[in-house]
């Protein structure tokens, strides 16, 4: 006999002998749950049909460990039953890491304004990817130390760089202070030194499970301090160059990187109605070599189309937002953002704000220490931690694809945004689940990707799951296999159509208002022999009428 599992049971999975009606007509399946509801005295019913043919009955609310013996024991007495067990549940087996300040990340955990990442951390923590934070260099901080691999200063002026000479192999932070109004130009305001990148490094990177501090998002990734910010900011040129270098390119007069970042962390900008060349330049060369480019939208709550490089292509250019799930503030936003992620509001609350790695020092480094900061600098590392999650989940991912997957499986803000956040908040455990499960699977039946990843079908809105669809060559076969099991209670009401990479569509189910029945469960077959294999696929679905609840479950193609 099957033991109980501890967990309450409300549901048991009834396998039929393979010569019984029961095991191919769900009628038939519905009688029998009938007859065993009026013999145990349950409130039974046939749910579904499984995958693999068996059946899943409900045994209503409030059913009793007794019950579920009961319900067990009737059904096991039946000559046509080959087994029945309990609908057991599964939990992630990731626990929530040691680090003694992981309380205040609510920006990794919350289910209202977080963006789900320990979920996540069952199946990636980074291991293998290295993250380059481009920004003021790095405060020795013993919460990154063993994260941190050799960067490089490539502030070329001296006195911006404050180390007594220009471009060096050591990115230590020496302070970015103005001790007067208008050092750096008219409107300019004296400030403390920020440590900016070591905040930034500490939000993607920050080891965890030592019982100290905080957890980065990708806290087994390396980071790669590299400092373009200084006195009054950065030079362009600086910092193209930079993006260069990270990315494993070649700059002249400056050794190769050893170690080639396969993800940028950009949480700087500057005004500029266009993206200067030498910025596209460089990121197109990055994003060539493989390096997924991150940028910070800007905090003037403006268009950040006159930010740059947040209007630069071949970026994913992030927004920030608040506790609550609404766009911060201060944050741009507009048609050139591409997702959102939490960069916090300190103003009033300091914990609302995003709590990283930092130093105490006003001018230069003192004694390290954790503070909490707001902007979409502080947004943009999180999608740079995600971006290493899943390089490290599925190492053959191109950018393309990675921002692909980011933006695809990104959540609605709970809140509100004006004038355009994206696809939403990004949803780590989600987008690294639809990555890690569009792998092939039974060769000799053809190279079939899934996404399993749940997506909610709302009233009267479109909705839709994308697949990646990568190493394949030539186009997709004239008899291409599109797997759909969505469970839906009035399936009539659901229009159901594929979206090929190139933006095609192609109907796969009308709307029906004669249909009631439940879930839509079946294959298509498309031709898409004029169409390349590689590719985001997308499984789009439009509820046309309103009352009716459901989900994608998952969906396949198989080539």
């Known amino acids: 006999m099957t033991a109980l599992p501890s967990a309450p049971v409300d549901k048991v999975i009834v396998t039929y002998k393979t010569k019984a009606a029961e095991a191919g007509s769900n009628t038939a399946a519905k009688s029998d749950t009938a007859e065993k509801a009026a013999k145990t005295g349950e409130q039974l019913s046939f749910e579904r049909r499984l995958a693999g043919g068996g059946a899943l009955v409900d045994l209503g609310d409030g059913a009793t460990k007794q019950d579920v013996t009961e319900v067990m024991d009737a059904f096991r007495a039946d000559p046509s039953v080959a087994s029945v067990e309990p609908d057991i549940r599964a939990y992630a087996m990731a626990a929530a890491p040691n680090d003694t300040d992981y309380a205040k990340q609510w920006d990794l955990f919350e289910a209202t304004g977080g963006m789900n990442v320990p979920s ?16 003021t260099g790095y405060a020795a901080h013993s919460d990154l130390a063993t994260n941190v691999v050799a960067g490089y200063d490539f502030i070329s002026t001296s006195a911006d760089a404050r180390d007594g000479n220009g471009r060096d192999a050591d990115p230590k932070d020496e302070g970015d202070w103005n001790a007067t109004d208008g050092e750096c130009g008219t409107g300019s305001r004296a400030s403390n030194s920020s440590w900016h990148g070591t905040h930034a490094a500490g939000t993607i990177g920050a080891v965890a499970n030592n019982a100290k501090g905080i957890a980065g998002v990708a806290y087994n990734a390396k980071i790669q301090p590299v400092r373009v910010l200084g006195k009054c900011g950065g030079s362009s040129s600086d910092i193209a160059d930079a993006i260069t270098w990270a990315s494993g390119g070649s700059v002249p007069g400056v050794p190769a990187n050893a170690n080639p970042a396969k993800v940028i962390n950009l949480s700087l900008g500057g005004a500029s109605a266009t993206c200067p060349s030498v910025y596209q330049t460089a990121i197109n060369g990055a994003v060539n070599r493989g390096t997924t480019v991150v940028v910070a939208a800007g905090n003037s709550n403006a268009d950040a189309s006159g930010s740059t490089p947040a209007n630069c292509a071949n970026v994913i250019t992030v927004a920030a937002t608040s506790r609550e799930g609404n766009r911060s503030y201060y944050s741009n936003y507009g048609t050139a953002v591409d997702v ?112 399993t990843a749940d997506t909610t079908i709302k009233d009267k809105q479109v909705v839709s799951s994308a697949i990646t669809v990568t190493g394949l060559t030539g186009n997709a076969p004239a008899a291409l296999k599109v797997g759909v099991d969505i469970k839906h209670t009035w399936r009539g009401d659901l229009a159901i159509d594929l979206v090929a990479p190139d933006g095609t569509v192609r109907r796969l189910k009308a709307p029906s208002s004669s249909d009631g029945a439940d879930n839509v469960i079946t294959t298509y077959t ?25 989900y994608i479950d998952s969906w396949s193609l198989t080539f």
């Open 526 to 550: 498309v031709d898409a022999s004029a169409k390349p294999a590689n590719g985001t696929w997308k499984l789009q679905v439009r509820d046309v009428a309103s009352g009716e609840t459901g």
């Open 120 to 135: 996540a951390w069952d199946k990636t923590t980074g291991s293998g990817v290295t993250v380059a934070v481009i920004d």
């Open 340 to 451: 959102s992620a939490p960069g916090g509001e300190t103003r009033g609350t300091a914990e609302n704000g995003i709590y990283s790695t930092l130093n105490s020092g006003t001018t230069t480094q003192s004694a390290e220490n954790y503070k909490p900061y707001q902007g979409t600098s502080m947004a943009a590392p999180h999608i740079a931690g995600l971006a290493a999650l899943l390089k490290s989940a599925k190492s053959t991912l191109t950018p393309a694809q990675i921002e692909s997957a980011i933006k695809n499986n990104a959540r609605p803000l709970p809140g509100t945004c004006t004038g355009g956040c994206g696809t939403g908040i990004a949803d780590t455990a989600r987008t690294v689940k639809a990555v890690t499960a569009d792998t092939p699977t039974d060769p000799a039946a053809g190279t079939t990707f899934r996404n």
